[in-house]
């Protein structure tokens, strides 16, 4: 099986909604909404968690990709959709704290009740497998200083943690990048893939398997140390970005005014789901570490996510496109 029909069958199964009918339960579905493209980070996190939460609840889990606008499709859905904890968002901070600094938007953060943290993933800067231009990060670092502008890098979309960690990565290394917004990882791996564009950051979740593969090669992680899934490919830190760190955390959310008591049935069922040997193992695969928190830590979290990226807004740094 060549690379390109094996990329197009992990797609298509990720395309699929996901539902285990065989243990239906009386009672509304779960529908975690996946605010991105099948085969992104959340959308692997998402699937990786999605059978013990069932099994947790003992109703049915569906996932649900809404793709579009850099999240806010998918967080709008939720954000007006009834608080009663069968509608929930799988996402990063980013979509509910970023993208109402950038654009307009139904929703901000206030518009969620947090219910806990799921996962934590290292970034990585990911180029070709067959690019003979960088050996390392310090030459594609030395290029983009020395052609402004012209180094075509992929993220996520506007105002994902993809997107975030690339205005980190520019203004640490003193670089400006093109920076090409897509509908979620997957299409831009697809494209890096293809030769369209010469860079992508990704979370390992959806990078791992192509770089595994050859397809796509690691340059670095953007994590305070290196990651045990790649434990030869350098952290950035190491490549001379002093104190530089930029990881995801992926997070779980129902629509403001969901009664209390069902957002700690949530969170419940939640954090035993991590705590369970072949969820962790699952999400290990993938480069992901699971990791339960509180609502309340959530929160705390998000509101710090919030107010970093009322700075950047500020300065001008955040835009609804590059």
């Given at each position: 099986?060549?690379?390109?029909?094996?990329?197009?069958?992990?797609?298509?199964?990720?395309?699929?909604?996901?539902?285990?009918?065989?243990?239906?339960?009386?009672?509304?579905?779960?529908?975690?909404?996946?605010?991105?493209?099948?085969?992104?980070?959340?959308?692997?996190?998402?699937?990786?968690?999605?059978?013990?939460?069932?099994?947790?609840?003992?109703?049915?889990?569906?996932?649900?990709?809404?793709?579009?606008?850099?999240?806010?499709?998918?967080?709008?859905?939720?954000?007006?959709?009834?608080?009663?904890?069968?509608?929930?968002?799988?996402?990063?901070?980013?979509?509910?704290?970023?993208?109402?600094?950038?654009?307009?938007?139904?929703?901000?953060?206030?518009?969620?009740?947090?219910?806990?943290?799921?996962?934590?993933?290292?970034?990585?800067?990911?180029?070709?497998?067959?690019?003979?231009?960088?050996?390392?990060?310090?030459?594609?670092?030395?290029?983009?200083?020395?052609?402004?502008?012209?180094?075509?890098?992929?993220?996520?979309?506007?105002?994902?943690?993809?997107?975030?960690?690339?205005?980190?990565?520019?203004?640490?290394?003193?670089?400006?990048?093109?920076?090409?917004?897509?509908?979620?990882?997957?299409p831009a791996l697809v494209d890096l893939m293809g030769g369209q564009i010469d860079m992508v950051v990704d979370q390992l979740t959806s990078?791992?398997p192509h770089i595994q593969s050859g397809a796509l090669r690691a340059l670095a992680v953007m994590s305070r140390d290196r990651d045990a899934?790649?434990?030869?490919?350098?952290?950035?830190?190491?490549?001379?970005?002093?104190?530089?760190?930029?990881?995801?955390?992926?997070?779980?959310?129902?629509?403001?005014?969901?009664?209390?008591?069902?957002?700690?049935?949530?969170?419940?069922?939640?954090?035993?789901?991590?705590?369970?040997?072949?969820?962790?193992?699952?999400?290990?695969?993938?480069?992901?570490?699971?990791?339960?928190?509180?609502?309340?830590?959530?929160?705390?979290?998000?509101?710090?996510?919030?107010?970093?990226?009322?700075?950047?807004?500020?300065?001008?740094?955040?835009?609804?496109?590059?």
């Amino acid at each position: 099986m060549n690379r390109r029909t094996m990329l197009a069958q992990i797609l298509a199964l990720g395309a699929a909604p996901y539902v285990l009918s065989a243990r239906a339960q009386p009672g509304k579905p779960v529908t975690l909404i996946v605010p991105f493209a099948p085969g992104g980070n959340l959308d692997v996190v998402a699937r990786a968690i999605a059978p013990a939460l069932e099994q947790n609840l003992g109703r049915n889990v569906i996932v649900d990709n809404r793709p579009g606008a850099g999240g806010v499709i998918g967080a709008s859905a939720v954000a007006r959709a009834e608080p009663d904890g069968a509608t929930l968002l799988v996402t990063t901070p980013n979509a509910v704290v970023v993208l109402p600094k950038m654009t307009r938007t139904n929703f901000k953060l206030a518009s969620f009740s947090p219910v806990g943290l799921m996962s934590t993933t290292s970034l990585v800067v990911v180029v070709k497998g067959g690019d003979t231009r960088f050996k390392d990060v310090e030459a594609l670092l030395a290029y983009a200083r020395a052609n402004p502008g012209k180094l075509a890098a992929g993220h996520a979309g506007p105002g994902t943690t993809n997107h975030m960690a690339l205005l980190q990565l520019e203004d640490a290394a003193k670089i400006r990048l093109n920076q090409v917004p897509y509908k979620g990882s997957a299409p831009a791996l697809v494209d890096l893939m293809g030769g369209q564009i010469d860079m992508v950051v990704d979370q390992l979740t959806s990078s791992a398997p192509h770089i595994q593969s050859g397809a796509l090669r690691a340059l670095a992680v953007m994590s305070r140390d290196r990651d045990a899934t790649l434990p030869k490919v350098p952290t950035l830190r190491e490549a001379g970005l002093a104190n530089f760190e930029a990881t995801t955390a992926t997070g779980l959310l129902a629509p403001a005014g969901t009664p209390a008591a069902v957002i700690d049935t949530l969170n419940a069922a939640l954090r035993k789901a991590l705590a369970e040997g072949s969820v962790k193992s699952r999400l290990q695969n993938v480069g992901s570490v699971a990791q339960a928190s509180s609502p309340q830590e959530l929160l705390a979290s998000l509101q710090k996510e919030d107010a970093r990226a009322q700075a950047l807004a500020t300065a001008g740094r955040l835009k609804a496109a590059e």
